[in-house]
Every structure is written in C-alpha cells, then in structure tokens.
C-alpha cells in the first residue's frame, strides 16, 4: 500500500476493522510454532501474533491507530524493508499485496527476510466476482477497479516459489470490516463509515458506487435482495475467494 492511499483512507480503520477471532485463528495456525514473526503491509496490527517481533507500515496514520501494547512498528515499503536477510523465523503479509508497486519486488523482500515461512493472505479475484454478490449485481465498476490489481493466487504461488493453499472462509457475523465482510448483512453497505474502511470502495468514489448502492436500497426496502439470497441467509460461513498462501522456504 502506498503512504498516500491509507493516510487518506485509514483514518477509520481502528472503528471498523478489528481482528475476527476466528481469522485470527487460521492465521496463526498457519504461521505455526515459530519464535519471532514479521508483519509487512501492518496497518493497525490485526491478527500479529504475540510473537511479532516488529511491524513495517508505510503510512503513519495507520500506525498512530495501532492499540497500546502492540509490536513496535516502522514506516517502510514491502519493496524496501528496512531489516537485514533472515531477519525472522516468519513474515506474513495480509491483505497487502494489491496494493504494493513492485509485486515481485515485494515478494523477494519477504524471501530474503524470513527464515522459514512466508504467509500471505489475499484473494482469488474470479471466485470473488462470481461469488461475491455486492460486485457481481451492483457494483461491476468496483470489480473492474479491483481487477486493475488483483494478482492471480498462481502468479504469488509461482513468485514465492511454491506455496499451499487454503481456503479462508468468511463468518457471518466477521468482526473485521474488509470487502466482504458483510455478505450476510448487506444494509451495511450502506453506511458510508463502514464503506470507508474497504479500500475496494472508497479507492472506486462515491460517485461511481451511488447508482448500485441505490438499487441495493431498493432491493432492500421491497424484500427483493433477501428473496434473491436466501441461501445465504442459512449459511454460516461462505467462500468468497479469499485465500491463506502459507510457503515455506
């Protein structure tokens, strides 16, 4: 992510985007038992482990958000980290990497850091835009902006040198504010606070989400949107695409 980006759209973050437990738990069994983690594209901290030994953020309003307590964190780019090679047992970047400049750049960064394991978290951007029904029904201008930089889960597999892969599915009640976090609770697209909190949204512009975020309205109201979805009103958790890349080195 670039300094600009979130010293502009992070001023919600610590509101709207607190840690889901049960992320958090995957998160940390694919970090497994390591001794010191890194966390690269950190934001405010969410799912660092008690065993993160620093944190590299390249907005500063992102990390004044970061809660008392945390791992202490620095200002740098995945491009250019500021740490010496082998510098952890781990690093994990989550949620970050479309935002970076230099994808392969970013990736060699993480290689060179970590001893042992690289765990990203991103999402497979074909699944995200047949499941996902926000994009697909109402706002196609957001996934035309998302598909300028998704990167293909194959194309992060091949640059890490081989990774696994897992499926990370999203709660009905997620705590954590991201993209799709709200796929069982669709009035909270509505609110423009939440809405800032989702770079998906606020980096497309009000302007170009007002006519989609209308119809929803309107699907709501009427009762046409829980017609249309009511499979999804008895699941607990679904598979939007996102994705856990777990490497080890």
């Known amino acids: 992510m670039t300094t600009t980006t ?57 990390i004044a958000q970061r809660p008392p307590g945390s791992a202490p964190a620095v200002q740098g780019v995945a491009e250019r980290l500021p740490l010496r090679d082998d510098a952890a047992d781990a690093v994990m970047a989550l ?5 970076w400049t230099d994808l392969a750049a970013g990736i060699d960064e993480l290689r060179r850091v970590a001893r042992g394991r690289i765990v990203i978290l991103t999402w497979d951007q074909q699944v995200f835009r047949e499941r996902f029904w926000l994009v697909r029904d109402y706002l196609p201008e957001a996934a035309a902006f998302d598909d300028t930089r998704a990167t293909p889960t194959d194309q992060l597999i091949d640059l890490l040198g081989g990774a696994r892969q897992e499926p990370v599915r999203v709660p009905h009640d997620c705590v954590d504010g991201f993209g799709a976090a709200y796929w069982r609770r669709p009035e909270a697209y509505l609110d423009p606070q939440v809405r800032a909190g989702i770079s998906l949204l606020a980096q497309t512009g009000e302007d170009t989400i007002a006519p989609g975020l209308a119809r929803l309205a309107d699907d709501l109201a009427t009762g046409r949107w829980h017609t249309r979805h009511a499979e999804l009103l008895a699941l607990d958790t679904f598979d939007v695409g996102y994705r856990l890349l777990v490497a080890d080195l």
């Open 6 to 62: 979130y010293d502009t759209l992070g001023a919600t973050y610590a509101r709207t985007r607190q840690p889901d437990p049960r992320i958090a738990a995957q998160i940390h069994a694919a970090l497994g038992n390591v001794t010191d983690v890194i966390n690269v594209g950190a934001g405010t901290g969410s799912y660092e482990p008690p065993q993160t030994a620093l944190a590299v953020e390249p907005s500063q309003v992102m």
């Open 95 to 99: 949620l970050t990497v479309h935002h």
